[in-house]
Every structure is written in C-alpha cells, then in structure tokens.
C-alpha cells in the first residue's frame, strides 16, 4: 500500500514537472513568435535580431517558392485546359463543318436571293456591318434623370 502511494506520489510529481517543462517551453515559443511578428523587439540585442532576420529572410524565401511553385502549377493546367478546348474546338468544326459568321452570312443573303443577286447584297451587308457606327450615352445615376 505504502509502495503504490509512493508511486502515484512520484508519477504526480513527474506529471508537475512535465507540465512545467511544457509551459516554459510554450512561453519561449510565444515570445519567440511575438518577436517574429516585430512585437517586444526593444529587448533584443544585435545578435538578436540578425538572426531573427536570417530567419524571417528564410521563411520569405520558402513563401516564394511555394507561390512560384502554385503558379507554375497553375500555369501548366490552364496550358492543358487550353489544349483540350482547343482540341474540342477542332473537332467541332469539323462535325458542324462550321464557317466563320461573317460567311456564313454572306452564304445565307446568297441562298435568299432568287435571282442571283445575293452576292452584291451579302456585299453590301458586309460594308455596313464593317462601318456602322453605334452612338453610347454614359449616364451617371438613375436613368432618366439626367442634369
């Protein structure tokens, strides 16, 4: 009896400690972390903070690899995704055997006209679609209520 109280006694103790050991070791690593993001630095020496500096100029240059590393990863699936759309892209041009629009206009004004003249016209449709001009008005506020 008197041996299993003086176990549970030692483990206690053990317990205390460790739990001290833990603290402390949490309390450097908090000061350590406030001193990383430029808080309390007034207590520092110069050997101090040169290597928080080496260390901060460290953990920058890993934050730029990684972010490097996202792009180029980024960079190669849009490269692949554009590869995809444009092979999608191929093959259905080649199922619909679609024209660009402005032909296909142009074949459509042909085929309306029963006399032949559709060409001129398909022509002539182009010129205006080529020069038409389009008047904007920018309003500022609610519509209507101009000044």
């Known amino acids: 009896m008197r041996k299993l109280l003086s176990n ?3 483990a206690s103790r053990m317990c205390r400690s ?6 402390h070791k949490i309390d ?5 972390q406030r001193k990383l993001s430029g808080e ?3 207590s520092c020496s110069a050997h101090e ?4 500096e080496l260390q ?10 990684k ?13 692949e995704k554009e590869r995809k759309l444009l092979t999608e892209n191929v093959v259905l041009r080649e199922e619909y055997k679609a024209l660009p629009l402005l032909e296909l206009a142009t074949a459509a004004a042909a085929e ?4 032949g003249a559709g060409a001129e016209e398909a022509e002539e449709d182009e010129r205006r679609l080529h020069y038409m001009e389009v008047e904007t008005e920018l309003v500022i506020g609610r519509p209507g209520s101009s000044s």
């Open 18 to 23: 460790e739990a001290t050991a833990l603290k």
């Open 8 to 10: 549970q006694l030692l």
């Open 40 to 42: 309390g630095l007034g």
């Open 28 to 32: 450097a690593i908090e000061a350590y």
């Open 67 to 79: 972010k490097q590393q996202k792009m180029l990863d980024k960079i190669l699936e849009l490269k």
């Open 56 to 65: 901060l100029e460290k953990s920058l240059s890993c934050i730029r690899q």
């Open 49 to 52: 903070l040169q290597e928080l």
């Open 112 to 115: 309306r006209s029963p006399d």
